[in-house]
């Protein structure tokens, strides 16, 4: 989605400045109490201008007109940042909309006939096959075939990825093309629910709802509304009783600058703004909810091959041990994975290969294939003459063996640690009661990881790798990828433990996974972000995809969620800063009007206590649009622990606040006043 058409900026503006007027509307005004308040007394203000004095007050009609002048524009300008961001968003959404066009497909009809057919008509569960040069007609699975496919559309990176049945990457996505070979994929997704449909309601936002913080932080701004609204409505009690009279448009004028509209009426970009951030760092996040949560992550957890290695772990090398040797294993290792789909089991068909070692496999058509399961962590296949050939992990072909009375050769685990120790994964071959050797499967970790989990740390943010592999082999990768910790022979319920221990301490977790054995963790994991190039199961369990399928993007979407959430305390503490500011030049003001002699009380020296309080209220408005960039990109970041960037926003933000008022107003009293 990296599309530069989101810069043509003239028709955003034009739009968000049409949706500002009628986000007036009081029917939608009233989700957003603070303004809803300033709406009010707009409406009471105007009553003003048309009949100056039916409260009885001597305010001119000019100075109310003034006021109501100003209000309006303080609810424009907060409707006007609201209406930008989600104008960015169905920016986003139209680009995205280019991408889906309804495709002809070649539909396979259960008789095995091809039929053509419109990708609108394809259901779940559908066969379509899929050749070079033609587009994939809807989300699917691959379940024949190896094919290099175009996903530029959907991630913006030109270099086609590889998607092939079996294994972790076999998942595909509507409106990406086929560039070389030929697949057949099953549909998973009936038409309107398609990855691209999703993508496209989200960015829009038409399913936005408040995260629980917004939430939260509204009812904190609602309250403060209701107190000052107490506090502004007796303020003219107590008045009389000295005798003096405070006049409504002013009262309005205070009232307005003590509720917090900066917050109030900034609040919903930001949220907006955030997610809008995540999505040009081309990650999907399916809520806001799981953004905010992003910047509060304390333990992120890992799973070893495909995140931290590259995952194309490829046989390199045959390890007889005991008195078998090379030639006998790599032949039962052949045989038993002869149909074994996934990378792993095509690697040692693809040694063999290299090696020029043909099998016959016409002996074994009666064979009983048994896949891999990642929970008994073997797969291996039943001859129809009662022998039984597996590989998998040493642990598992052990216990195996061991179960049916054999013997396990002295030479083993020296062995498999050997391999284990270079940070390769070793499987055991055995048949029967017999285990002929190993298969040493060579794997990379992916470059940059060790900074990226040192960049972690710095956040106190602490890394666990979880994987289905042997201890050694994962203290390897662990220890050359700078992970905090690793658990090993992890089955995929023991990732879902490992994240509610972390959660019962309550901590948030994130978890990045590709497999379907993945799903159950991605979905109990607070932040769960799964890979694009992974399986649909994964996808669906988590509320993050990374269209780039790279884990250590991670850091950066905690990056943004920090940013999000801070961008909120600042301006929330600015807000609420500024009231001070205002107060002085108001409260002064308004008792000027009523007892002139209270000239003392003009601490700021402003020109007149009528300039005072437009002055103030001007200031109250135009700091809304002066601050919706800040709201947007959100405030400067750097990577440093949570108080300490506390204790600096309080003084940037709170300070800040209390000080740029004064001058502000004090500026724009000197303006008006030339005037007045
Ligand atoms: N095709 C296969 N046939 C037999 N055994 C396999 C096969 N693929 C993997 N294994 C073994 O099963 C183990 C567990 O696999 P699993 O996919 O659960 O975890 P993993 O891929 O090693 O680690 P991660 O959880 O980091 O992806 C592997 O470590 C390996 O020893
Ligand atoms: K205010
Ligand atoms: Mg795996």
Same mark, same amino acid.
Not at 293 to 314: C, E, F, H, P, W
Not at 516 to 526: F, I
Not at 620 to 626: H, R, T
């Given at each position: 989605?990296?599309?530069?058409?989101?810069?043509?900026?003239?028709?955003?503006?034009?739009?968000?400045?049409?949706?500002?007027?009628?986000?007036?509307?009081?029917?939608?005004?009233?989700?957003?109490?603070?303004?809803?308040?300033?709406?009010?007394?707009?409406?009471?203000?105007?009553?003003?201008?048309?009949?100056?004095?039916?409260?009885?007050?001597?305010?001119?009609?000019?100075?109310?007109?003034?006021?109501?002048?100003?209000?309006?524009?303080?609810?424009?300008?907060?409707?006007?940042?609201?209406?930008?961001?989600?104008?960015?968003?169905?920016?986003?959404?139209?680009?995205?909309?280019?991408?889906?066009?309804?495709?002809?497909?070649?539909?396979?009809?259960?008789?095995?006939?091809?039929?053509?057919?419109?990708?609108?008509?394809?259901?779940?569960?559908?066969?379509?096959?899929?050749?070079? +040069?033609?587009?994939?007609?809807?989300?699917?699975?691959?379940?024949?075939?190896?094919?290099?496919?175009?996903?530029?559309?959907?991630?913006?990176?030109?270099?086609?990825?590889?998607?092939?049945?079996?294994?972790?990457?076999?998942?595909?996505?509507?409106?990406?093309?086929?560039?070389?070979?030929?697949?057949?994929?099953?549909?998973?997704?009936?038409?309107?629910?398609?990855?691209?449909?999703?993508?496209?309601?989200?960015?829009?936002?038409?399913?936005?709802?408040?995260?629980?913080?917004?939430?939260?932080?509204?009812?904190?701004?609602?309250?403060?509304?209701?107190?000052?609204?107490?506090?502004?409505?007796?303020?003219?009690?107590?008045?009389?009783?000295?005798?003096?009279?405070?006049?409504?448009?002013?009262?309005?004028?205070?009232?307005?600058?003590?509720?917090?509209?900066?917050?109030?009426?900034?609040?919903?970009?930001?949220?907006?703004?955030?997610?809008?951030?995540?999505?040009?760092?081309?990650?999907?996040?399916?809520?806001?909810?799981?953004?905010?949560?992003?910047?509060?992550?304390?333990?992120?957890?890992?799973?070893?091959?495909?995140?931290?290695?590259?995952?194309?772990?490829?046989?390199?090398?045959?390890?007889?041990?005991?008195?078998?040797?090379?030639?006998?294993?790599?032949?039962?290792?052949?045989?038993?994975?002869?149909?074994?789909?996934?990378?792993?089991?095509?690697?040692?068909?693809?040694?063999?290969?290299?090696? +020029?070692?043909?099998?016959?496999? @016409?002996?074994?058509?009666?064979?009983?294939?048994?896949?891999?399961?990642?929970?008994?962590?073997?797969?291996?296949?039943?001859?129809?003459?009662?022998?039984?050939?597996?590989?998998?992990?040493?642990?598992?072909?052990?216990?195996?063996?061991?179960?049916?009375?054999?013997?396990?050769?002295?030479?083993?685990?020296?062995?498999?640690?050997?391999?284990?120790?270079?940070?390769?994964?070793?499987?055991?071959?055995?048949?029967?009661?017999?285990?002929?050797?190993?298969?040493?499967?060579?794997?990379?970790?992916?470059?940059?990881?060790?900074?990226?989990?040192?960049?972690?740390?710095?956040?106190?943010?602490?890394?666990?790798?979880?994987? +289905?592999?042997?201890?050694?082999?994962?203290?390897?990768?662990?220890?050359?990828?700078?992970?905090?910790?690793?658990?090993?022979?992890?089955?995929?319920?023991?990732?879902?433990?490992?994240?509610?221990?972390?959660?019962?301490?309550?901590?948030?977790?994130?978890?990045?996974?590709?497999?379907?054995?993945?799903?159950?963790?991605?979905?109990?994991?607070?932040? +769960?972000?799964?890979?694009?190039?992974? @399986?649909?199961?994964?996808?669906?369990?988590?509320?993050?995809?990374?269209?780039?399928?790279?884990?250590?993007?991670?850091?950066?979407?905690?990056?943004?969620?920090?940013?999000?959430?801070?961008?909120?305390?600042?301006?929330?503490?600015?807000?609420?800063?500024?009231?001070?500011?205002?107060?002085?030049?108001?409260?002064?003001?308004?008792?000027?009007?009523?007892?002139?002699?209270?000239?003392?009380?003009?601490?700021?020296?402003?020109?007149?206590?009528?300039?005072?309080?437009?002055?103030?209220?001007?200031?109250?408005?135009?700091?809304?649009?002066?601050?919706?960039?800040?709201?947007?990109?959100?405030?400067?970041?750097?990577?440093?622990?949570?108080?300490?960037?506390?204790?600096?926003?309080?003084?940037?933000?709170?300070?800040?606040?209390?000080?740029?008022?004064?001058?502000?107003?004090?500026?724009?009293?000197?303006?008006?006043?030339?005037?007045?």
């Amino acid at each position: 989605m990296k599309n530069e058409t989101f810069n043509t900026k003239a028709p955003l503006l034009r739009n968000a400045l049409k949706e500002s007027m009628i986000k007036l509307n009081p029917a939608v005004m009233i989700r957003n109490p603070v303004m809803f308040v300033v709406e009010i007394g707009l409406l009471i203000t105007l009553i003003l201008v048309i009949a100056p004095d039916v409260f009885g007050g001597t305010t001119s009609r000019g100075f109310n007109l003034a006021v109501a002048l100003i209000l309006l524009s303080t609810l424009l300008f907060a409707n006007f940042s609201e209406a930008l961001a989600e104008g960015r968003g169905r920016a986003q959404a139209d680009a995205l909309k280019k991408t889906k066009q309804d495709l002809l497909a070649r539909k396979i009809s259960s008789s095995g006939a091809i039929q053509q057919v419109h990708s609108s008509e394809l259901r779940k569960g559908d066969i379509v096959i899929v050749s070079q +040069g033609e587009w994939i007609p809807g989300d699917g699975e691959v379940i024949e075939g190896l094919a290099s496919v175009d996903e530029s559309a959907i991630t913006g990176e030109s270099a086609p990825v590889i998607k092939e049945s079996g294994g972790d990457f076999s998942s595909v996505t509507g409106g990406t093309r086929v560039v070389s070979d030929q697949i057949k994929i099953m549909m998973t997704a009936d038409p309107g629910e398609s990855f691209l449909d999703r993508m496209i309601l989200l960015v829009e936002g038409a399913k936005r709802q408040k995260t629980p913080n917004e939430i939260a932080l509204n009812t904190v701004l609602t309250s403060l509304t209701l107190v000052f609204l107490m506090v502004v409505i007796t303020i003219p009690w107590i008045a009389s009783y000295v005798d003096i009279r405070l006049e409504v448009p002013i009262l309005i004028a205070l009232l307005v600058c003590l509720i917090p509209t900066t917050i109030g009426g900034l609040l919903s970009a930001i949220g907006i703004a955030g997610m809008d951030r995540v999505t040009q760092f081309n990650v999907i996040a399916t809520s806001g909810k799981a953004v905010e949560a992003s910047g509060d992550i304390q333990t992120v957890i890992l799973d070893k091959t495909g995140t931290i290695t590259y995952g194309n772990r490829m046989a390199s090398e045959w390890i007889p041990v005991g008195d078998s040797d090379e030639q006998s294993l790599a032949r039962w290792a052949g045989i038993c994975s002869f149909m074994d789909d996934t990378p792993e089991g095509r690697s040692v068909l693809a040694l063999l290969d290299t090696q +020029g070692i043909a099998l016959d496999m @016409t002996a074994y058509k009666e064979a009983e294939w048994i896949p891999f399961s990642a929970e008994t962590a073997m797969s291996g296949v039943q001859l129809a003459d009662g022998r039984s050939i597996r590989k998998g992990s040493v642990q598992s072909i052990k216990r195996w063996v061991l179960s049916q009375g054999g013997l396990v050769p002295q030479d083993l685990e020296l062995k498999a640690e050997k391999v284990a120790r270079a940070g390769g994964t070793p499987l055991a071959v055995a048949v029967d009661q017999t285990i002929y050797g190993l298969i040493h499967l060579k794997d990379t970790v992916k470059p940059g990881m060790r900074e990226r989990f040192e960049q972690m740390r710095r956040l106190g943010i602490k890394t666990i790798m979880c994987t +289905g592999d042997n201890p050694v082999t994962a203290a390897t990768i662990a220890l050359e990828a700078g992970v905090d910790d690793f658990i090993a022979e992890c089955r995929p319920e023991d990732k879902i433990l490992v994240i509610r221990k972390e959660q019962s301490e309550g901590k948030l977790v994130a978890m990045t996974g590709d497999g379907t054995n993945d799903a159950p963790a991605l979905a109990q994991a607070d932040v +769960g972000i799964a890979m694009n190039s992974g @399986t649909v199961a994964a996808k669906e369990a988590a509320n993050m995809i990374d269209l780039d399928s790279d884990p250590s993007k991670l850091i950066e979407v905690i990056a943004i969620g920090k940013q999000l959430l801070m961008t909120r305390g600042a301006l929330t503490t600015f807000s609420i800063a500024n009231d001070i500011a205002k107060y002085f030049a108001i409260i002064p003001a308004m008792f000027m009007i009523a007892i002139p002699e209270l000239e003392l009380l003009n601490v700021m020296r402003l020109g007149s206590p009528q300039t005072a309080i437009l002055s103030a209220l001007i200031f109250n408005a135009v700091i809304i649009p002066l601050l919706i960039p800040l709201a947007t990109k959100g405030v400067a970041y750097k990577p440093m622990s949570s108080s300490r960037l506390l204790q600096r926003n309080l003084i940037i933000y709170g300070l800040g606040g209390v000080v740029v008022p004064f001058i502000g107003i004090k500026l724009i009293d000197e303006i008006i006043s030339l005037w007045i």
